[in-house]
T-cell receptor, first 111, second 115 residues
Framework: GQQVMQIPQYQHVQEGEDFTTYCNSS?????IQWYKQRPGGHPVFLIQ?????EVKKQKRLTFQFGEAKKNSSLHITATQTTDVGTYFC???????????FGTGTRLQVFP | KAGVTQTPRYLIKTRGQQVTLSCSPI?????VSWYQQTPGQGLQFLFE???????NKGNFPGRFSGRQFSNSRSEMNVSTLELGDSALYLC??????????????FGPGTRLTVL
């Protein structure tokens, strides 16, 4: 079945270092969404990308949607302790309208 | 505007029992989706309701069921609980059809522990 995988599964960085998580789908996606879940919290919507090759920025966060619309990435520049959490990508199922969440990347930032 | 609310926040049940979880979406949102989150399986889609109709269903056994009321509030029920049902159950609401294009607004979740 359709799968949305993310790598790495875990990432520990020193505060100030950069961080990137990659999202790969087994099928072409019409769009990709990114969510952040803080420890003990619930997923919170960050952004949606729709166009092939699209790049969007939110302060220190840069999101990219691949040209083939099968992969995406989230890059955080100069991480801060407030960036701690698990980052999920999510894309639509190829044959239904439901959202398939990626496996998530857990980010830990050491001060 | 108030966010998505879920009750109860924590629940402890024993195997074989049944449980009902409740979700109130953001005012004006008509779509409600349910997800199960576990450390091993991640975020798994359970089902989605829109205008009191189930639009999509995930790959869960029939012990998992849900419904949506005319005011968009939703409930999910799990019968004959198993140890593996221990998880965080998240409800998410969206404005229209939800699914693949609409932003999902998640509630705080119900932490279910099955003993």
């Amino acid at each position: 079945g359709q799968q949305v995988m993310q790598i790495p599964q875990y990432q520990h960085v020193q505060e100030g270092e950069d961080f990137t998580t990659y999202c790969n789908s087994s099928t072409t996606l019409s769009n990709i969404q990114w969510y952040k879940q803080r420890p003990g919290g619930h997923p919170v919507f960050l952004i949606q990308l729709v166009k092939s090759g699209e790049v969007k920025k939110q302060k220190r966060l840069t999101f990219q949607f691949g040209e083939a619309k099968k992969n995406s990435s989230l890059h955080i520049t100069a991480t801060q302790t407030t960036d701690v959490g698990t980052y999920f990508c999510a894309g639509p199922s190829y044959n239904t309208d439901k959202l398939i969440f990626g496996t998530g990347t857990r980010l830990q930032v050491f001060p | 505007k108030a966010g998505v609310t879920q009750t109860p926040r924590y629940l402890i049940k024993t195997r074989g029992q049944q449980v009902t979880l409740s979700c109130s979406p953001i005012s004006g949102h008509r779509s409600v989706s349910w997800y199960q989150q576990t450390p091993g399986q991640g975020l798994q889609f359970l089902f989605e309701y829109f205008s009191e109709t189930q639009r999509n269903k995930g790959n869960f056994p029939g012990r998992f069921s849900g419904r949506q009321f005319s005011n968009s509030r939703s409930e999910m029920n799990v019968s004959t609980l198993e140890l593996g049902d221990s998880a965080l159950y998240l409800c998410a609401s969206s404005l229209q059809f939800g699914g693949s294009t609409d932003t999902q607004y998640f509630g705080p979740g119900t932490r279910l522990t099955v003993l």
